[in-house]
């Protein structure tokens, strides 16, 4: 399922435990964690609630109810949500900077801590890809090209690489 917050967290939350009490034999839940470098300002756009303490909440009510939680499909793209890019704004291996890998690698650490303190809880984090050379999210018609993963387009690790593993 995909990251929920709110009514639909509270309603997946609702459906779980009505399952769970009629002995659907439900084991745990996974929250997709397509990220950006930082949520938006747009307060109409999903990926407004991406902040650490929300996610927390998510893996406190699912857990809750004596489900494991995974994170899946986890990346963090360099793109934020209600910005509106164009071919002269895209990102490229070029203008990806070192103070851009700095803030991704950020990033990366402060939900590895978030992972790291629910570790009794969480039994897996699935990233969505390896290397930044083949991601869904450089596959858009627009040809715009996202580097959201812990090793670039050359299979070198990255900063956010150093972050998840620096514990």
Same mark, same amino acid.
């Given at each position: 399922?995909?990251?929920?917050?709110?009514?639909?967290?509270?309603?997946?939350?609702?459906?779980?435990?009505?399952?769970?009490?009629?002995?659907?034999?439900?084991?745990?839940?996974?929250?997709?964690?397509?990220?950006?470098?930082?949520?938006?300002?747009?307060?109409?756009?999903?990926?407004?609630?991406?902040?650490?303490?929300?996610?927390?909440?998510? =893996?406190?009510?699912?857990?809750?109810? !004596?489900?494991?939680?995974?994170? +899946?499909? @986890?990346?963090? &793209?360099?793109?934020?949500?209600?910005?509106?890019?164009?071919?002269?704004?895209?990102?490229?291996?070029?203008?990806?900077?070192?103070?851009?890998?700095?803030?991704?690698?950020?990033?990366?650490?402060?939900?590895?801590?978030?992972?790291?303190?629910?570790?009794?809880? =969480?039994?897996?984090?699935?990233?969505? !890809?390896?290397?930044?050379?083949? +991601?869904? @999210?450089?596959? &858009?018609?627009?040809?715009?090209?996202?580097?959201?993963?812990?090793?670039?387009?050359?299979?070198?690790?990255?900063?956010?690489?150093?972050?998840?593993?620096?514990?």
């Amino acid at each position: 399922m995909r990251y929920a917050r709110g009514a639909k967290q509270q309603g997946i939350y609702n459906m779980l435990k009505g399952l769970l009490d009629q002995g659907v034999p439900v084991h745990g839940v996974g929250l997709q964690s397509h990220l950006n470098i930082e949520p938006p300002t747009v307060t109409t756009n999903q990926a407004v609630h991406q902040h650490v303490a929300n996610l927390e909440e998510a =893996i406190e009510l699912y857990s809750s109810l !004596g489900l494991e939680v995974q994170v +899946t499909e @986890l990346d963090i &793209s360099l793109y934020i949500p209600g910005v509106t890019y164009n071919p002269s704004t895209f990102y490229t291996a070029a203008t990806f900077t070192d103070d851009l890998k700095a803030t991704q690698a950020a990033r990366y650490r402060e939900f590895f801590e978030l992972f790291r303190r629910h570790r009794s809880v =969480i039994t897996g984090v699935t990233f969505w !890809g390896i290397a930044d050379d083949n +991601t869904w @999210l450089s596959e &858009s018609s627009s040809g715009r090209k996202d580097f959201p993963l812990l090793f670039d387009v050359d299979h070198d690790p990255k900063p956010a690489l150093d972050a998840v593993m620096d514990f």
